[in-house]
């Protein structure tokens, strides 16, 4: 059995054409990846949730551009990071409607999630860390999460900041002293 890959030639036609399996089967396989990021970033749980169905809303609308030969996951993130800027920017909850996103794919947006902090052990710790990681500036912030939570190379961080690989890297490096100075003398670094 191969990895999923959405860039891959068949499901990439498929998405292209509307097809409502092969949508269900990308939902299924990022969205938690969509999820936990958008929840570090954002640090509540419904507004992640809002903004993960945003995404694959864009995503679904989006798709011809997505171009043959490119790497999916770093196309999802900059949708998923331009939909969060996007929301801040308006200094208001996005305006998108689940049931208008159903009327116009045709398909119901599965959500089947508890909350990450109700799943994780050590709650108090992870409500300190992410306490810790919202008083990072929002760059550096989502540069940490791509690289330790969602576990993405320099070269795809670079590209969806749309910044040199060395200034990623900067930022990682940063972020990993902000976040451990935040931190000290909560919890273990």
Sequence with gaps: MTAYDPSDILTLRRLKSGEEAAWHELI???????????????????????????????????????????????????IARNTQIEKHRRKLHPQFSINEAEEDIGFEVPSHYTSPLERTEGHQEVERVQRALLTLPPDYREAIVLRFVEELPYEEIAS??????????????????????????????
């Design 28 to 78: 299924e396989h990022f969205q938690d990846r969509m999820l936990n990021y958008l929840f570090r970033l954002e640090g509540h749980y419904e507004d992640a949730l809002d903004l993960t169905q945003e995404v694959f809303f864009r995503a679904w609308r989006g798709i011809g551009t997505f171009k043959e030969g490119e790497n999916f996951l770093p196309w999802l993130y900059s």
């Design 160 to 189: 969806i900041q749309n910044v040199a690989v060395g200034t990623a890297k900067s930022r990682v490096f940063r972020a990993k002293e902000m976040l451990a100075e935040a931190l000290r003398g909560t919890v273990d670094v």
